[in-house]
């Protein structure tokens, strides 16, 4: 039988708010276990909650880039459930009525085509704090530092039909949360993470399956392979004539499989209530407005325009603005290399984007600036060296940390536009290779590419690529 | 001294008749005393009593301080208090000594009140009677064979006793006017949202309000006037301006229009303390005001929709009290497991459990729309027919219990009976209403209390009401026999 797969994802971003959600430590990642906790983190008597207007904010953003309802009206509930690094017993979070409902995003499949991906909700909720093992045998420790982060949690519909596509939709969520500057997106540190359900149907049905849930998911990569283990896992059980039971799964990273947690039979009931110490969260038009106009222009508005603008492909378009620094450093690029978007394009995209991929390093990050890679661009466009010692040159400046020009000088690697010398480089290799000289003129014209590569090989590469062609093509009727 | 009221006290301390060391003397002794015979405090703070006391004598010579520099006064233990232990009456806080002061407690100590000590309580403020607390019941002083009232029994009893000036509490659905009235003194439930919760350790969240209770209406409104205001620490909290409750006092109540409420003069009413009140009403109308029947034909359903609202809210609240960063934890624990269960197994009386059971119950999927859910639409019925009833009438008058103090003992052993001493005075809480009892005379040689409700902010209206019933009566200056 053909199987579908049907996969929604609830996405956690931690939002990048100085202090807490319903207090006023500070969310800074990384400080010893358990001094970012006040007594209202620590959930100790008589402490009450207080809003943080600016996570508000932040959520707002993120509805409005959705396109999505904003309610003028939402509740704080209480989501009961007894763990020790759940200090009050319950999780302050929104359930019945949350601040954003009913928007979408699109994302690019394989093939070109364009996706949209439902938003179910997305709802303000306080982080929990961690619990410990690792270095204390024998017990349990607990570091409430990240309990009241604020999160928006961010449930799609169950529109995905592939592990590939749930992975774009992260993606496309990831570049935007960072777009807004509501969330570092720092997956590693835990502030974007993911769970994942996953159900597999007959090709066809307008049934779903029985799904599981997995949880907290921390890389685009896990994502992927937790899927894929968890749709071969169920079509599996399925095709033997078993069933799929709901549950809640875990992935091991290092044995590339999910285990079960708990069953639908454990799960909590978390006796969800409005929260009585919070006020209902009521938003008038003037604040939601005065936030629409502070939104940035978004992933998919710039690649509109980068198109539009600077006639990129989509693939191009969509590739450059995957973050805004690197939209950013881009455009810079441009604006220094005037009528040259393609060539600062491709650039970017295959020497620059190796460099940083292959040293681990982030754009904002790069070695080489924006100023000077255009300064290297300018070499081309004036002539100055070829595209193949621009490589080059390229290397040498991530290396040495120095600009284009002291390079090409110190190295001696200007291009050769004079054309005395490179009738001579051509007159010294013809005269070297009277065989196939000989084959040329009887026909053999796939010779050409030899004899331009040992020009430059003479040259060192330097000979002008268009200069070299005209005249060897002279030289070469004789 | 301690024949005075809170307000002639202050008046004294300002005139220098004596200090305030002498007055905090005079009041630790009288506690200390009267402890044995009442048990109306988990914690007595001489030491800090005393330093407080003189440091407001040093602003008083100095010519500084307000009106309640120097008074003593005493906090109930479910307010906390910084470097002392603030127990809330439960083994499960037996050992909890708070790192930081609610905010009335320290308002209170910014007004340079001298702070007694903790009143006991029922524990986490869950009973009517003051027997559920840990540390064990407090006795009526006008009868020690008697509940004081509850939960606020151990602030109620001490005013009573003169063992201090004025004591803070806090009601839910009647702990601060239940006590008062069974007591014979003073007792105010602000409007929800009047007095911050910060730092009142919460039983429940929406019902929940600090309060005070105090020998007479003008000593309530010096303290509620220091207590009241808006605190950015608490989002329920009313950013609306506190008047000053002492300058209406005595405004005059010609043509007050009084309701009185049908559904409080029930079947359920005590005759005799129907008779005081009818007495106290015969007062109002000679001084002009005009008496008129209401009705709030949904107020009968006030105790079952508290019973799920409060047990509801306090299931989650104390779900905090789990043996891992603070309070109580069983000894030895085998696993997480354990370690909850016997934690909280042991940490808690048999009250806290049963609203915690009934609370975790109304609130389970399958049963939340049938109790919480129903229960807080009651909840808006009742809080409309406050609100008709308040297009006519400027307040409500009636009984604040059907009955005097009743024995140790006599309703433990059923809840229910025990919760409909609450009669009278759920509504107000359920509708966050303002509301004070004041003593109106006594039956079978105890007293009772009468109810004054009013709209929502009317605090000054309600004092006032109040004020001019005991210029005219002296029912609140009664002292039991034995604590003169």
Redesign the interface.
């Known amino acids: 039988m053909e199987w579908e797969t049907v996969i929604g994802l609830e996405i956690h971003a931690q939002l990048s708010t100085k202090s807490k959600i319903f207090s006023g430590s500070s969310t800074a990642y990384g400080a010893a276990p358990n001094v970012q906790a006040n ?1 209202v983190d ?10 943080n207007r600016e996570a508000v904010r932040m959520a707002v953003k993120f509805g409005l880039a959705i396109d999505a309802k904003i309610a003028r009206h939402s509740v704080f509930a ?1 989501k ?1 459930y ?1 763990y ?1 690094d759940l ?4 999780q302050i979070s929104q359930y019945e009525l949350p601040i954003v409902a009913d928007g979408s995003l699109e994302i690019v499949l394989d093939d070109g085509t364009r996706k949209r991906i439902g938003i179910t909700r997305a709802h303000l909720e306080e982080d929990a704090g961690k619990s410990i093992h690792e270095g204390l045998p024998g017990v ?1 420790g ?1 570091d409430l530092n990240r309990a009241g982060t604020p999160l928006i949690e961010i449930v799609s519909e169950p529109d995905m039909r592939s592990a590939k596509e749930a992975v774009a939709y992260m993606k496309k969520v990831h570049t935007l949360v960072r777009y807004l500057e509501i969330c570092d997106g720092n997956m590693q540190e835990g502030s974007f993470r993911c769970d994942a359900n996953v159900s597999v149907r007959p090709k066809g049905s307008d049934r779903f399956g029985t799904r599981t849930e997995i949880k907290n998911l921390n890389s685009f990569r896990f994502v992927e392979k937790a899927i894929n283990y968890e749709v071969a896992r169920q079509i599996d059980i399925l095709e033997s004539g078993g069933k799929v039971v709901q549950e809640t799964r875990l992935y091991d990273p290092d044995r590339g499989e999910t285990r079960s947690m708990r069953t639908k039979e454990e799960a909590n ?1 978390y ?3 409005p929260d ?4 209902p969260l009521v938003l008038d038009d003037a604040f939601i407005d005065e936030v629409r106009a502070s939104l940035p222009e978004l992933p998919d508005q710039k690649a509109a325009r980068f198109s539009e603008q600077y006639g990129l492909s989509a693939y191009d378009a969509g590739v450059l603005t995957a973050s805004r620094e690197l939209a950013d450093y881009y455009e810079e690029v441009v604006r220094r290399v005037p009528g040259e978007p393609k060539l600062a394009a491709n650039w970017v995209m295959v020497e620059l984007a190796a460099a940083l991929n292959r040293d681990g390093v982030e754009i904002t990050e790069s070695r080489v600036s924006a100023g000077r890679l255009a300064g290297l661009l300018n070499r081309i466009v004036d002539n100055t060296i070829s595209g193949k010692i621009a490589k080059e040159v390229f290397e040498a400046m991530w290396t040495s940390g120095r600009d284009a020009d002291t390079i090409i000088e110190e190295k001696g690697l200007r291009q050769i536009t004079d054309t005395a010398a490179i009738e001579k480089a051509i007159d010294e290799v013809l005269a070297a290779n009277p065989k196939q000289l000989a084959e040329y003129r009887a026909g053999k014209d796939k010779l050409f590419g030899f004899f331009v590569g040992q020009v430059m090989k003479a040259t060192k590469g330097k000979a002008n690529p268009a200069q070299l062609n005209e005249l060897l093509k002279k030289k070469l009727q004789g | 001294m301690h024949r005075r009221t809170l307000a002639e006290l202050a008046a004294g301390l300002r005139k220098k008749e004596f200090s305030s060391v002498e007055l905090t003397r005079h009041y630790l002794e009288r506690i200390e005393r009267g402890q044995p015979a009442l048990n109306a405090f988990v914690t007595i703070t001489r030491e800090q009593a005393l330093a407080a006391a003189e440091a407001a004598d040093r602003e008083l010579a100095a010519g500084r301080g307000g009106p309640l520099t120097g008074v003593p006064i005493v906090h109930k233990d479910i ?2 208090t910084q470097g002392v232990l ?1 127990t ?1 009456a439960s083994r499960m ?1 037996s050992n ?1 000594v ?3 002061d ?1 905010t009335i407690v320290a308002k209170l100590k910014a007004a340079g009140t001298v702070m007694l000590g903790k009143a006991n309580m029922d524990e986490f403020a869950m009973g009517s009677s003051n027997e559920t607390s840990w540390y064990g019941p407090v006795r009526n002083p006008w009868n020690p064979e008697l509940v004081p009232g509850g939960s606020s029994g151990g602030s109620a009893a001490a005013v009573a006793a003169r063992l201090a000036p004025a004591a803070t509490a806090t009601d839910t659905g009647g702990s601060i006017r239940q006590p008062a009235a069974l007591c014979g003194v003073t007792g105010i439930k602000p409007t929800y949202g009047r007095v911050s ?6 039983f ?3 019902l929940d309000q600090g309060g005070v209770i105090t020998v007479s209406a003008e000593d309530a409104a010096l303290v509620l006037g220091a207590m009241a205001g808006f605190d ?5 909290s009313v950013d609306t301006p506190v008047p000053d409750y002492t300058a209406t006092l005595n405004d005059s109540v010609e043509g007050l229009k009084i309701g009185l409420l049908k559904e409080f003069f029930d079947k359920g009413l005590d005759p005799e303390n129907e008779q005081r009140v009818r007495e106290a009403l015969a007062v109002y109308e000679r001084l002009g005001a005009r008496l008129q029947e209401v009705s709030l034909p949904n107020l009968p359903l006030s105790v079952p929709t508290y019973y799920v609202v409060a047990p ?2 306090c ?2 609240n ?3 009290y ?1 043996g ?4 109580y934890r069983c000894e030895n624990p085998r696993d ?1 497991m354990d370690l ?1 269960k016997r934690t909280r197994g042991e940490g808690f009386g048999a009250e806290v459990k049963r609203r915690i059971m009934t609370g ?1 119950y109304v ?3 399958g049963y ?1 729309d049938a109790y ?1 859910l129903k229960a807080q639409k009651v909840r808006q019925l009742i809080a409309r027919d406050f609100e008709r009833a308040f297009q006519e009438v400027d307040v409500l008058i009636g009984p604040t219990t059907p009955t005097p103090a009743f024995a140790l003992g006599a309703k433990t052993s059923d809840p229910i009976t025990m919760y409909l001493n609450d009669i009278y005075t759920i509504g107000a809480n359920l509708a966050g209403l303002p509301a004070i009892s004041i003593p109106c005379g006594f039956v079978r040689g105890l007293p009772v209390g009468l109810q004054i409700v009013g709209r929502h902010f009317a605090e000054a209206k309600i004092l006032n009401v109040a004020h001019v019933y005991q210029r005219e009566t002296d029912w609140h200056l009664r002292v039991p026999p034995g604590w003169a």
């Open positions: 007594l620590l959930g100790y008597p008589g402490v009450l909650p207080v809003l209480r009961n007894f020790p200090p009050k017993g319950y349990t607990i009931d006796r969800y209530f009585p110490d919070l006020l | 307010f906390c603030t809330c806080l909890f708070s790192p930081y609610a919760r910060y730092g009142m350790i919460a429940a969240s929406s950015p620490q608490d989002s329920t509801a809210e299931s989650s104390l779900a905090r789990d891992v960063r603070f309070g997480l909850y975790t609130l389970s999927a939340y919480y």
